[in-house]
């Protein structure tokens, strides 16, 4: 009878697998057996694995200082083991399968196991982190009035790519705690993804409000910002290891109804019923900027006027 022993960490991850035909198979720290373990908690000699003289497999331990010990932490003198038992040598566990033993069906490949595999590339790290630090330079350039002095954006700069970083390591911690592979560059990159999409939304929303098409652009950015967090999150979920879609969806939509409202709450909070100042777009460009050339100040001056006389006359036919 062949058979398999698994050898799991402490984290419960398989670490090694090992096919054995021949019987016994003795387990144990010294090179003479045929599993050796490392675990300096394990004896020279420890267990070993062998038929009955009913052809059922059996493991004893061989006298072994710490013991072997069954899942449920009985003892074991000489168990009769059942496909998929587990057992601890010490602190290291092992679990012995018959070659038959059935496996979880197997998952169809998903259509974003591709762009995953892409987003993992740290060559796509290096070239999203410069492309969100050159937009966040621009950005701090634009919102500048008084003279642009780089130095004044390290701070900021600092500060920022370290909450960054929290979001794959919060994730990779996590894939950890729930023995998923942590894809800690795909996290990064999915992320730097997001923030340099919102860079560029911000320098259009910035530059239409230059160009005086709208003073606010409150719109605009729930327009673009609530799905590019949704999908950042499903794709954050399946980086994690979150395989049915479905329930990807519904998280992603979940958190991003969660985020939103929160934002939401902490910002009416902050609103002032009345507000002394009117509402003014505060966009500053070199000329270049403008979608349609600027009036002259005779243009100006005979547009206004226009519009004051048109302004009159409403007021009188009302």
Known sequence: MSFVIQVFNRSDRVIAEHKFTQKPVTIGRGFNNDLRLTDPHISAEHARIDLDANGQLYIQDLNSLNKTKDCFGGQVSRNIIKSGDDFYLANTRIRVLSLNHTVAPAIKLSALEPLAERLTSKKLT?????????????????????????????????????????????????????????????????????????????????????????????????????????????????????????????????????????????QGVNIRDFSPTPEYTSAFLPSHFLIRPALDSEDFIEQSESLYSAAQQTAKDE
């Open 126 to 266: 290096v070239f999203l982190f410069s492309l969100f630090l050159v937009g966040f330079v621009l950005l701090g350039y634009f919102n500048q009035f008084e003279k642009f002095e780089l130095k004044k954006l390290f701070n900021p700069a600092v500060q920022l790519t370290l909450s960054v970083f929290m979001w794959p390591v919060f994730w990779s911690l996590l894939s950890r705690f729930f023995k998923h592979e942590a894809r800690f560059f795909g996290h990064l990159n999915t992320l730097l993804l997001a923030i340099f999409t919102t860079q560029v939304i911000s320098f259009v929303t910035y530059l239409l409000q230059f160009n005086a098409l709208f003073t606010t652009a409150w719109w605009l950015d729930y327009i673009f910002s609530i799905p590019l967090v949704a999908c950042t999150l499903y794709l954050s979920l399946y980086l994690f290891g979150l395989t049915d879609s479905r329930k990807r969806l519904f998280r992603s939509a979940l958190f991003t109804l969660i985020f939103f409202t929160l934002s939401e709450i902490s």
